[in-house]
């Protein structure tokens, strides 16, 4: 497991302390990405969303976030080398 977690409070949690739970994104790079700093992406997959943000950058990287499905066609759609 990447040690770079970045823990947040769930939006289900309350605000008076009760019913609090915090989730964690797990960041894996590219197998694409290159040791020399280019073509660095790296992505946080969980149940319904992915998330994605430039490793070179880390933590402080700006990051999008895609659902499930729009994540898998762009994948299938890169893998045919287009």
Same mark, same amino acid.
């Given at each position: 497991?990447?040690?770079? $977690?970045? =823990?947040?409070? &769930?939006?289900? *949690?309350?605000?008076? /302390? !009760?019913? %609090?739970? @915090? #989730? +964690? $994104?797990? =960041?894996?790079? &590219?197998?694409? *990405?290159?040791?020399? /700093? !280019?073509? %660095?992406? @790296? #992505? +946080?997959?969980?149940?319904?969303?992915?998330?994605?943000?430039?490793?070179?950058? !880390?933590?402080?990287?700006?990051?999008?976030?895609?659902?499930?499905?729009?994540?898998?066609?762009?994948?299938?759609?890169?893998?045919?080398?287009?």
């Amino acid at each position: 497991m990447n040690r770079d $977690l970045r =823990w947040f409070k &769930s939006t289900y *949690s309350g605000t008076e /302390g !009760g019913n %609090c739970l @915090e #989730v +964690a $994104l797990d =960041w894996r790079k &590219s197998g694409h *990405s290159d040791s020399q /700093g !280019g073509s %660095c992406v @790296e #992505v +946080a997959p969980c149940p319904h969303t992915i998330h994605v943000r430039d490793s070179k950058l !880390g933590p402080r990287s700006p990051r999008f976030s895609v659902d499930g499905a729009a994540w898998g066609a762009f994948v299938a759609y890169a893998r045919t080398g287009a």
